[in-house]
């Protein structure tokens, strides 16, 4: 199913997290053309506050420290940080330059009040937008578009059953899925398909470019995680494969499908259950040209 590219800015969710700065140094590449109006950190890969000052530091990095950055008061209930997968800093313990800027706690309705439409893009737990769409349905209605890196429908990897983001806070992610918000859901499925390799991870490290070394220097600690746990000297795109669906879709197939998570107490809880259907309100990426996506995702970390 065709998914058409559209040109309302975007406010992100996100808790950096290796892959989460690699989508940030795509999302802000003059290349993409996206319009960021906005982000919040949220808890996740790290505690909220440490999320905070990593999205500011990342924007900087990237020659986006204008963007205003707020800061999640919410905690997610469910998980464990995986500081073994992103390191204590969250940055695979790079240490970037402090940034200047103003991170401010909450506020975030207000803020997008005054914002007109705009798409969401979400690479972390899934608490904040809940709480954004149920408790401010004036903002939700100026939501295009909410793209969400999260769920396994075959899947998972913090059980057999649920993926990080969707198994933080099931409840909180169900209610996203249950609302009217157009969703667009790019799943473990999709996301482990798409990969850098050594090869890659050279070509970085060989840039002259500051931000680009920094991110090799991250990306290399996610190299060594995957190398320990599952054999293989490489790194899962997740969160840069939301980007290049928001950016490049003629890259992937949607279907649509209405999509529910598992809130019961059993062990298939934050399961991320799909039924393909005409009526369904979520576009699941359901295949992707994971050569192409790797390329793209090259190409904008290496500009």
Do not use: W
Request: charged letters at 20%; one cysteine or more.
């Amino acid at each position: 199913m065709p998914h058409s590219v559209s040109r309302d800015p975007i406010f992100i969710f996100t808790d950096p997290g290796i892959d989460d700065a690699l989508a940030l140094a795509m999302a802000t590449s003059e290349s993409f053309h996206l319009r960021i109006i906005g982000a919040c950190a949220v808890d996740g890969n790290v505690p909220a506050k440490v999320a905070g000052a990593n999205l500011s530091r990342l924007f900087r990095l990237f020659g986006a420290g204008a963007v205003p950055v707020f800061q999640s008061s919410l905690n997610d209930p469910t998980h464990d940080y995986p500081y073994s997968v992103h390191g204590r800093n969250g940055l695979g313990n790079v240490k970037l330059a402090e940034s200047k800027s103003h991170v401010q706690i909450n506020g975030v309705a207000d803020f997008l009040k005054t914002q007109g439409r705009f798409r969401i893009l979400s690479m972390g737990p899934l608490t904040a937008v809940s709480e954004l769409i149920a408790e401010s349905p004036e903002v939700a209605k100026q939501i295009s578009e909410c793209v969400i890196m999260g769920g396994g429908i075959s899947l998972g990897n913090v059980t057999p059953y649920t993926e990080f983001n969707i198994h933080s806070n099931p409840d909180a992610a169900d209610g996203v899925f249950r609302s009217d918000v157009a969703k667009v859901l790019v799943p473990l499925d999709i996301t482990e398909k798409v990969c850098l390799y050594s090869g890659d991870l050279e070509l970085l490290k060989r840039s002259r470019r500051q931000k680009t070394k920094r991110l090799a220097e991250m990306l290399e600690f996610y190299f060594r995680f995957q190398r320990k746990k599952n054999g293989f000297f490489g790194a899962y795109m997740h969160d840069p494969t939301a980007v290049a669906a928001m950016v490049t879709p003629e890259l992937f197939r949607f279907r649509k499908a209405e999509v529910r998570v598992d809130t019961t107490r059993g062990k298939t809880r934050g399961r991320t259950v799909a039924t393909f259907s005409q009526r369904g309100d979520t576009r699941i990426a359901v295949s992707v040209e994971a050569a192409a996506v790797r390329t793209v995702i090259m190409d904008a970390l290496a500009s």
